[in-house]
């Protein structure tokens, strides 16, 4: 060995040993495994006793004191801070009496699925590269594309949540239909003025700022009038504008509501509208007898968006994208290169990254298809179906009262109501549900007014959470009335 050669190694031998540290022992691995379990433990322990909202004074500023620096501060530390300054404050998600927005949850079996999926760091981008990752990614994609009865020639992806699968959906819709240069200002969007605000975002992001827009008239429960988009629909081809899009909604933030889906899907086949059916949140209701029977006609949609991460209780970061014909959804959204040509030899299954815009990403099947072998089924249609009798009963109770005013019966699980009285009174009671923190709702604005919003989604909501969310409501609607 020459003297350089010698130094080389030895310089090597010690940048081995500190880069061993990035990869803990059996002894080590079960020490900070356990005690990342002791501390998920107590967290999950005290879920039903913790606030559904708090908020300090500093809003977890402490954590700009514990800059990333050259040496570790150890895992005890680092799951102090997260205790002090991530876990506390802020929304409590994971709480059954959360109720505000549209709830996720997130399912124990979820995080062990992808304690398990960043394990062994499955590659399920590309079949060749992990069949068995494609394959439960594709099997959840195949399943939920059953469940909305959408045909064998449909396709889709997991992605990271609704917002970025209708921007998907949209990319899709516009390049089926040509929508670019001197189409866009002539093409036509038909939706709700309770569509998502993700549609609008989709459409500048995929460089259709200039599409029109048309809200079409809703029903006395919110719902898409059918003869209303007619009516449109013929006025703009009039102007000589085209009509390209429908976007229906299959259980709108604001109350729950579903467009009738059946109706619109004939009018889009009639008009050569491309479907598209937000069911991010109500479209695993598909799993309960009502929920079919409300849903029917998804089945018809050019392309479905479905947010696991919402009523199938996993945690965030789950959405998914079906697309009735999945040969769109590839030319939308496929790509190659010199680099991946040994990829090519396996192509039994389609892979998510031709399909989506995303190349390696997180192999988010897992944490869907653990919990639902696991447990199959049953739970999961009971927990769906529980959150719509709760919302029922949740309304039924409301509008018995003499202090409160219901919107319609729920269409899914989203029950809306207010306080009798004026905007300020309402926003005096959403003030005192934040300061109180033993419940959280949310408000939206309804026909002019200012309205609260109950969304019984978290599958930690059962009975007793609502019967301790409506008793609140009434102690804390008790004392404003005295002060007004
Ligand atoms: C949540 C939601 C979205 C957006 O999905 P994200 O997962 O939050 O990006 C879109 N539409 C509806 C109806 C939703 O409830």
């Not at 908020?55 to 700009?64: E, H, K, N």
């Not at 390049?175 to 036509?188: K, L, Q, S």
């Not at 769906?384 to 729920?410: D, I, W």
């Not at 599958?459 to 409506?470: C, E, G, S």
Request: net charge negative; aromatic share 8%.
């Amino acid at each position: 060995m020459t003297h350089s050669s010698s130094d080389q190694a030895h310089r090597l031998a010690e940048l081995e040993r500190l880069a061993r540290r990035l990869d803990p022992d059996d002894l080590q691995r079960r020490s900070d495994g356990g005690r990342v379990m002791d501390y998920a433990g107590a967290y999950l322990d005290a879920v039903d006793d913790a606030p559904a909202y708090q908020r300090s004074d500093d809003l977890a500023a402490g954590l700009l004191d514990h800059p990333v620096a050259e040496e570790g501060v150890g895992l005890e530390r680092a799951l102090d801070l997260i205790e002090r300054f991530v876990d506390r404050e802020g929304i409590g998600t994971t709480s059954g009496r959360f109720t505000g927005y549209i709830p996720g949850g997130g399912l124990f079996h979820a995080a062990l699925g992808d304690f398990l999926a960043a394990i062994s760091n499955r590659y399920a981008g590309v079949f060749f590269a992990s069949p068995g990752a494609v394959r439960i990614e594709n099997q959840m994609v195949r399943w939920m594309a059953d469940l909305a009865g959408m045909p064998d020639s449909s396709s889709g992806y997991l992605s990271a949540g609704g917002s970025g699968a209708t921007l998907s959906a949209v990319v899709t819709a516009r390049d089926a239909h040509g929508i670019e240069g001197e189409a866009i200002p002539r093409a036509v969007v038909y939706t709700t003025e309770h569509v998502h605000h993700c549609a609008e975002k989709a459409m500048r992001v995929a460089g259709l700022r200039g599409v029109q827009w048309r809200h079409v008239a809703v029903d006395d429960g919110y719902r898409m009038r059918p003869d209303a988009l007619e009516a449109a629909i013929r006025s703009d081809r009039e102007d000589g504008l085209v009509p390209w899009m429908l976007l229906a909604s299959a259980g709108t933030v604001n109350t729950g509501s579903i467009d009738p889906l059946d109706a619109l899907a004939g009018i889009a086949a009639r008009e050569k509208l491309w479907l598209h059916v937000d069911a991010a949140y109500g479209g695993f209701f598909l799993l309960t007898d009502e929920g079919r029977d409300k849903l029917a006609g998804i089945q018809r949609a050019d392309s479905i968006v479905m947010d696991p991460h919402k009523t199938l209780f996993l945690p965030y970061g789950t959405g998914a994208l079906l697309v009735r014909d999945g040969q769109l959804l590839q030319q939308a959204h496929g790509g190659d290169a010199a680099y991946l040509q040994d990829t090519e030899s396996t192509r039994e299954e389609d892979s998510p990254a031709e399909l989506s815009p995303e190349l390696t990403r997180h192999f988010r099947g897992l944490r869907m298809w653990l919990p639902l072998q696991v447990f199959g089924l049953a739970p999961f249609r009971a927990a769906l179906a529980e959150k719509l009798l709760l919302a029922r009963y949740f309304h039924s109770q409301m509008a018995a009262s003499n202090t409160f005013e219901t919107g319609p019966v729920p269409d899914l699980s989203v029950v809306i109501f207010r306080l009798i009285g004026d905007d300020e009174r309402n926003k005096r009671l959403i003030e005192a549900i934040q300061r109180d923190g033993r419940i959280f709702l949310s408000s939206t604005r309804l026909d002019g007014k200012f309205m609260l919003r109950m969304a019984a989604v978290c599958h930690r909501t059962h009975l007793a959470d609502i019967d301790t969310t409506i008793q609140i409501l009434h102690e804390l609607a008790a004392d404003i009335l005295i002060q007004s």
